[in-house]
């Protein structure tokens, strides 16, 4: 008897239908389609019930491994997950086709047949159990389970065999059976999934292994760990948004990276890559190609990106087909209403079908454009961050960076500009394939749509290829110009940042602010003209591109007879709407190709570039691995020359270029003896260097203290760099038997890490305590440690900026002894210290560590005192070495030598340091005294240099301020407020008007579509309307597209002005509150921090705010706009849109909240990047000596690391918002697709609405992207804005005060009156009651142990410091009331660092161009420079290099010498001026000192006594005190004076 579920289930009407036959009765069971059906059904019902039980069992079984908190992927995962989404999509598709076979059946009868859908239903439910089941698998690692898989695909081979069957045997078979080609599309992937899992059960054991990397308890990011739909979704990245909207995230939050991302992976696969290039490349004769290189290495991922590509481009043009098809079928009025099965063509012309594919389109295209962004980025990111790490290595081992095309600023653009060209190529790769492809297949596709209208459409889009180049043409001309102007202001600014101290005493910020703004204002009218052809770029896009629409409407009717329908007119703007963003960014495109391209060609000869001598052995290898393919430089470097050489000619006493003697190679053995070739090199044992100069040879003996003297400019410090391999041969070599694989090097200018003071001086060694100590105690740091406020841990800064300059040498010589190599070069370190704590180093450091250790010290110095304690003297001039021997037959060889050098001595009366471990004692007493004297704990009360703000970690200035949360609304304020509320408002409000002129065009489009209805439903005098109704419309669309393109124009132009009125505003204000702060500021604040608020934040103001704003301001008009329109077309969309809406918000606050920490996390983490390898450039010389490249290099890998974690999230955040925004979209779309095709049926909507809503929801998935992407981006770089604000709102030294007549001061006279001095309000007294007088004319000598407070007394005089109590009049005038400006001209002092700027000799000497050029030669003859000068080529108009660089450390100083001579003041203030020159040079500065400040006021600061012994007054200094105040006669009359004491000691 058959049941009531069974009719019900097989749709029987009759209800009294025999039941003679059973349901039992299989006889001809496959002729029964509902029976088959029923099998089916019952199948999957049943897969579906056993598979959650296995699930709910296993979960609670001991014989599950793990937990489901990693996924390990099985073999063909990916290929099974994508096989197994088609066919669910197959399956939904063969619901549809059920629900439709069985709506025409019900034509003539009403009852439903479940028996045609339900199948359907369960198969798609079994297929997501599947998915379900096998993801559990996976994260299970249960293999034995899968047989259930295969069980279940083997019978769903046979059901489906069976139903095949039945289709033949009912003779309903058929191609154009919708249900019959599914069937079979079924068994195939039931088939395929068979097999599949039978492979699997033999290839897969039960116990799988794991990748240990994914096992680390801080390896978070698991993408490789997630199944194919969490990947494509991102849903993978949910903890860290939800950690992230929670709390601010730190860097701890993100973990480590999975090897494949790590930067190490990469640049071992690049390297390898590379080398085989190299060796192709030598074997065919050829140049390497890195473009081979790159491909090879990323080959892989890049062709992942590019089927996510493709699968994107494929897609798009389904739903304008949807869209024509919808429209047109509700206009069709036949309708088949015969009961039959489904034909293929009658199921994809299902309105409702045709809806949901509407919507499946732009989803899949939108997941597949996020998984293209995201393996386009990590190829970006593995490709940018391996070469890095090559350019890194490569620069270790490159030995000259003197070049011209080799100079520090292009290996940073190696390191920065192209390596992040590389990365954007890669992002943008694949649209240089598909921008093109997608504007011929539009081109292709409309010619089915409008016949001959699509070439002359196709001929406008043309159009805008000439005015594209013209006017990109005039931006790539403006860019370069902008660039390069850019690059003026930026290095004047730098410069300004590094002289500062310089600019402020002498009173020249507002020249130097000057230069800058020149520079700026030159940068401006670039940037105007740029932005200006940015207005024509964006104008010329948006005419062409909505002139394509026009001539395609106006030229449809007439050539084809045909009207302009509303499934033609919302077709054609989808299809054009699609060219119109390719070609408006096709020149960036191409724009980053050649940019890419000229990158990998500098990046090829930078890689082929010559390398450092023998660095197959001096520099070691990174992970010993090969020398990345470079060829090595062949070790004879007959006939080089110093690429800088020439820059140099005549600053060797008028010795010619080809005249010098010796400039020096090397070669080295290696203690393991690498190159036996080369041990003969050297002797014997006890020989350890030798140079050989023509017939003349030098032998350096092991143990030895051998002493480098000579004139500035002699070579000393040559010849150190050509012991160490830095030089090339001009004539004659160096051989060293380094023993001890490196070589201490203690450099001129010492070389310190933004570290710890401790990390500075083991660098890299391991801590041994005592050892430790005793160098500490030798070099004199144990008092400076004990009043660090975190001891030997705290950070020093930027250049050692919170070291004085005897404190950095005395590191740099620390870091030389702990190192325990056998061979120690020290550069001239005594010059910056003063007599005891050089004595002090002399004895306890060189000569009782190094010598009493046997090591073999090279040292260079001006400390002619020292010499008798050599055991040989190597005297240095024009560049060679004329004396070589010991102190008696240097002596013998060259009385006239010695007895100059007898004449100095006397003249400073010192002979040699005899200063006992007492005094040395006594002095750290007295100085831990004064410190606990002034703080009640630890502190630091140093010169001005070294009183910095450090906190209770150590650390010299707090971290670099990260804003929580979002850009407060008062930093939006004081942007638009920069650009002036008016302009502000005439922008918002035509960019209203431009909204309304679009919504304009799109309801002109419904209404000529809707009359071109009727009229074609006329069926009277149709050509005559179709001519008139088609002039009139097209008229008035050209009117619209013309007022269109005339908004665009006004909205840019206003927009561009706006934004160019704001960076200038903005930087005019921030440089002004820079260069106005006091010094302190300068002190504690990193001129990195500055510069990057100058450089990048002041560039994102400039160029890239501008474009992001914009694109904001429009989503946020377009976006409320276009839904408001479609919720007036049909207000049922408004029930779906309220909850859809509130979803996005929680969307984008979840977010906007960890998109915002990850970009400032990034930020951050790139600064330490770059600021290791500046730091690695300075130090080259240094870091090659001690071989410490290794570990440098995994330095810089791990900062790299680091900073690409942040990114990688960041990516893939961005990747889950446009996931997540799609799904959201696609929500709203299908709402408004599907209430608007059933409005249309029950005649409540014309089609021209339905396709007018189709098109805004079409466009809404871009414009949900665009507002959020803006959003973030915005607030981002906003926060550029915030940081640059910050900078306007510094306190600024006081700039008021009255001005003293032109002659002050007159006299030169100075009464010191009880001042107490400190460094800032929270800080204590660095002079206390300090009581002076000074007559005008007299020469006063100040002196005092280290943090005396001498540097001090001095600033006070230029208000550098703050004096809160008592004051300071000179000339009757009280400079508190001053203006400040005034007070610092009329004064002159000689800082003890010397300073030149990038310019002329001129420019250096003379900034303010008020001297004659016989001044400027009568002031250089002064200090004899004179000669050196007119050598050159340009005389005074000479270019001085950055830094000064093509000059001596003491030609520098001869330099700043001239300065104070030229401004001739009535008052000189020298501080330790004469520091870096010899003695010969310092006795002609002493004498020009007195003939031309004779009469004048001078106060001198000295480490050497000597230099004020001849003064008329002597004010020692202790504590921040007036200890002694008297004649050099009556305190050295007093044997107890400290001032005695000084001199005494150095007897």
Request: with cysteine.
């Amino acid at each position: 008897m058959r049941s009531a579920s069974w009719d019900w289930f097989c749709g029987h009407e009759d209800k009294n239908h025999d039941n003679s036959t059973t349901f039992y009765d299989f006889t001809g069971i496959t002729e029964d389609t509902c029976i088959v059906n029923a099998i089916t059904t019952l199948l999957h019902i049943l897969f579906v019930l056993i598979s959650s039980l296995v699930l709910i069992f296993y979960s609670f079984s001991t014989y599950r491994h793990t937990t489901c908190f990693y996924l390990h992927k099985f073999p063909a995962h990916t290929f099974r997950w994508i096989l197994l989404l088609v066919f669910l999509s197959f399956c939904a598709l063969s619901v549809g086709e059920g629900i439709i076979t069985d709506q025409s059946f019900q034509q003539i009868a009403s009852t439903t047949r479940p028996q045609l859908y339900l199948p359907a239903v369960f198969s798609t439910l079994g297929v997501v159990f599947s998915l379900i089941f096998y993801h559990h698998c996976e994260c299970w690692r249960a293999v034995n389970l899968l047989h259930i898989l295969c069980v279940y695909w083997v019978i769903g081979i046979i059901n489906e065999t069976f139903k095949l069957w039945n289709f033949h045997l009912s003779e309903s078979a058929g191609v154009d059976i919708a249900r019959y080609d599914i069937t079979i599309i079924n068994l195939l992937v039931y088939s395929t999934l068979a097999i599949l899992e039978i492979f699997l059960q033999w290839s897969t054991s039960s116990k799988v292994s794991f990748p240990e990397e994914n096992l680390t308890h801080d390896m978070n990011y698991y993408e490789d760990c997630v199944n194919c739909v969490s990947f494509g979704l991102f849903f993978w990245i949910r903890w860290l948004l939800d950690l992230g909207y929670k709390r601010p995230l730190e860097m701890k939050d993100l973990g480590t990276l999975p090897r494949k991302h790590q930067t190490e992976y990469n640049y071992e696969k690049l390297r390898k890559e590379f080398q085989r290039e190299m060796e192709n490349a030598t074997e065919a004769g050829r140049e390497p190609s890195l473009w081979k290189v790159y491909y090879k290495t990323f080959s892989g991922m890049l062709f992942k990106s590019f089927l996510a590509k493709f699968a994107q481009e494929f897609v798009i043009y389904i739903e304008p087909l949807c869209l024509y098809v919808i429209t047109q079928q509700l206009t069709a009025n036949s309708v088949d209403t015969s009961p039959h099965m489904v034909t293929i063509s009658e199921l994809f012309s299902n309105v409702y079908i045709l809806c949901l594919i509407f919507v499946a389109a732009p989803f899949i295209s939108s997941i597949s454009s996020k998984v293209h962004d995201y393996f386009s980025t990590c190829v970006g990111v593995h490709l940018r961050s391996g070469m890095q790490a090559l350019v890194y290595e490569k620069t270790l081992r490159i030995y000259n960076l003197a070049g011209e095309d080799l100079t520090m600023g292009n290996i940073t653009n190696h390191m920065s500009t192209d390596a992040m060209n590389l990365q954007y190529l890669c992002e943008k790769l694949h649209l240089v394939w598909s921008v093109p492809t997608r504007v011929v297949c539009v081109g292709i596709t409309l010619s089915f749509f409008v016949g001959w209208s699509a070439i002359f459409g196709f001929l406008v889009a043309l159009l805008m290829i000439p005015l594209q180049k013209a006017v990109i043409g005039q931006i790539a001309k403006y860019q370069t110009l902008t660039q390069k102007n850019s690059d003026v202001r930026l290095k004047r600014s730098n410069e300004m940042l590094q002289g500062i101290k310089l600019l402020k005493l002498y009173g020249w910020e507002d020249e130097f602010r000057e230069r800058i703004m020149e520079a700026r204002n030159e940068e401006l009218k670039s940037l105007y003209q740029l932005n200006f052809q940015f207005v024509n770029l964006v104008t010329v896009a948006y005419t062409v591109g909505n002139s394509i629409p026009l001539v395609l409407y106006a030229t449809y009717p007439y050539l084809t007879g045909n009207n302009i329908t509303a499934s033609l007119a919302f077709t054609v703007l989808i299809l054009c709407y699609f060219v119109y963003d390719p070609l408006f960014n096709f020149p960036n495109i191409l724009s980053t190709l050649v940019n890419a391209t000229v990158a990998t060609r500098r990046l090829t000869k930078f890689f082929t570039h010559s390398e450092k001598e023998t660095e197959t052995e001096i520099g070691g290898h990174i992970d010993e691995t090969p020398n990345v393919g470079m060829p090595p430089h062949n070790g004879t470097s007959k006939g080089f020359r110093f690429n800088w050489k020439r820059k140099w000619k005549g600053f060797f006493s008028g010795v010619e270029e080809e005249t010098i003697p010796l400039m020096m190679t090397q070669h080295l053995t290696h203690i393991n003896g690498v190159d036996q070739s080369r041990k003969s090199a050297v002797d014997d044992e006890v020989t350890v260097i030798k140079i050989w100069n023509g017939g003349n040879k030098t032998s350096i003996e092991r143990g030895k203290l051998i002493m480098v003297v000579g004139a500035v400019g002699s070579g000393k410090s040559s010849l150190l760099s050509a012991i160490i391999g830095e030089m090339t041969t001009l004539k004659g070599t160096v051989n060293v038997h380094n023993q001890n694989n490196g070589v201490a090097y203690s450099a001129q200018t010492a070389w310190i890490l933004n570290a710890s003071l401790k990390t500075n001086i083991l660098f890299g060694k391991p801590y041994n305590k005592s050892r430790y100590k005793r160098i500490i105690d030798a070099c004199a740091l144990q008092q400076d440690i004990d009043i660090l406020p975190a001891g030997d841990l705290t950070e020093i800064g930027e250049k050692g900026i919170n070291l004085s300059g005897g404190q950095k040498q005395r590191v740099s010589v620390a870091r030389a002894m702990y190192s325990e190599n056998n061979i120690v070069l020290l550069d001239d370190p005594l010059s910056a210290l003063d007599v005891h704590v050089g004595g002090h180093l002399f004895k306890e450091g060189i000569i009782g560590i190094l010598i009493k250790d046997g090591k073999t010290v090279v040292l260079v110095t001006h400390q002619l005192q020292f010499l008798q304690y050599a055991d040989k003297v190597l005297v240095m001039q024009d560049c060679a070495i004329v004396h070589d021997g010991t102190f008696d037959e240097v002596r013998s060889s060259d009385p006239s030598l010695f007895a100059s050098w007898k004449q100095s001595l006397v003249e400073r009366t010192e002979s040699e340091f005899q200063q006992s471990e007492s005094d040395v004692e006594e002095e750290s007493h007295a100085l831990m005294k004064q410190v606990y004297q002034r703080v009640p704990g630890k502190g630091i009360n140093n010169d001005y240099s070294n009183d910095q703000a450090l906190n209770h970690d150590g650390q010299l200035t707090q971290d670099e301020e990260l804003e929580r949360g979002s850009v407060s609304f008062r930093v939006y304020k004081y942007f638009v407020k920069s650009m002036g509320w008016p302009i502000v408002v005439i922008y918002v409000l035509l960019r209203f008007t431009l909204e309304a002129v679009t919504l304009s065009k799109l309801f002109w489009l419904a209404a000529w579509s809707e009359a071109s209805e009727k009229v074609n439903a006329s069926t009277n005098n149709t050509t005559d309307m179709v001519e008139v109704d088609n002039r009139y419309y097209i008229a008035v669309f050209g009117c619209i597209t013309l007022l269109f393109s005339v908004v665009v124009f006004s909205i840019t132009i206003i927009g561009v002005t706006a934004i160019f009125i704001a960076a200038k505003n903005i930087h005019s204000e921030m440089i002004r509150n820079i260069i106005g702060s006091p010094l302190r500021f300068f002190d504690t604040t990193p001129a990195g921090r500055i510069m990057n608020r100058l450089s990048s934040d002041t560039h994102i103001v400039d160029s890239k705010l501008m474009l992001t704003l914009m694109a904001l301001i429009r989503s946020f008009i377009s976006l409320p706009s276009f839904m408001t329109t479609v919720v007036i077309i049909q207000p049922i969309f408004l029930i779906g849109l309220i909850p859809v809406a509130i979803a996005f918000c929680l969307v984008y606050k979840r977010y906007i909240a960890s998109s915002r920490e990850l970009h400032r996390l990034n930020s951050i983490t790139k600064s330490p990047v770059f600021a290791h390898f500046s730091e690695t450039l300075g130090g080259l010389s240094t870091i090659r000596a001690y071989k410490a490249q290794e570990r440098l290099f995994n330095e810089l890998i791990r900062r790299i690391d680091v900073n690409n974690t942040a990114f990688l999230y960041l990516s893939a955040c961005n990747g889950w918002i446009g996931s997540t925004l799609a799904i959201l979209t696609a929500i709203l779309m299908l709402m408004a697709s599907i209430t608007s095709v059933f409005m249309a049926e029950t005649g409540r909507l014309h089609v021209s609405e339905v396709g007018l809503v189709l098109f805004f929801t079409f466009v809404m998935p871009v414009l949900l992207m665009n507002t959020i992407q803006n959003s973030a981006d915005t607030e981002i770089m906003m926060n550029a804005v915030e940081r640059i604000q910050y900078y306007t709102e510094l306190p600024n030294e006081p700039k008021g005060g009255k001005e003293p007549a032109r002659s002050w001061p007159q006299r030169g006279e100075i009464m010191i009156e009880d001042i107490h001095v400190r460094y800032a309000n929270h800080l204590p007294s660095v002079l206390r009651s300090v009581n002076l007088y000074i007559a005008p004319g007299e020469k006063v000598g100040i002196c005092g142990r280290t943090g005396s407070g001498k540097s001090s007394l001095t600033l006070t005089l230029f208000r550098v410091i703050d004096t809160y109590k008592g004051r300071i009049v000179i000339d009757g005038e009280d400079i508190a009331n001053i203006s400040l400006r005034t007070l610092r001209q009329r004064l002159c002092i000689i800082p003890q660092d010397p300073i030149l700027f990038t310019g002329t000799i001129r420019d250096n000497i003379d900034p303010q161009g008020s001297k004659s050029d016989k001044e400027l030669w009568n002031a250089l003859e002064s200090v004899k420079l004179g000669q050196v000068v007119s050598q050159l080529d340009a005389g005074l108009d000479y270019e001085v290099s950055e830094g000064g660089e093509n000059f001596s450390v003491g030609q520098r100083q001869l330099f700043c010498l001239v300065r104070a001579f030229l401004r001739n003041s009535r008052i000189l203030i020298m501080d330790e001026a004469t520091a870096s020159i010899d003695y010969d040079t310092e006795s002609i500065v002493q004498d020009t000192v007195k003939s031309i400040f004779g009469d004048k006021t001078v106060i001198t600061i000295a480490h050497r006594v000597s230099t004020i012994l001849k003064s008329d007054t002597i004010v020692v200094l202790n504590e921040g005190q007036i200890a002694e105040y008297d004649t050099p006669e009556n305190l050295l009359a007093n044997d107890s004076s400290i001032f005695a004491s000084l001199v005494q000691a150095n007897k």
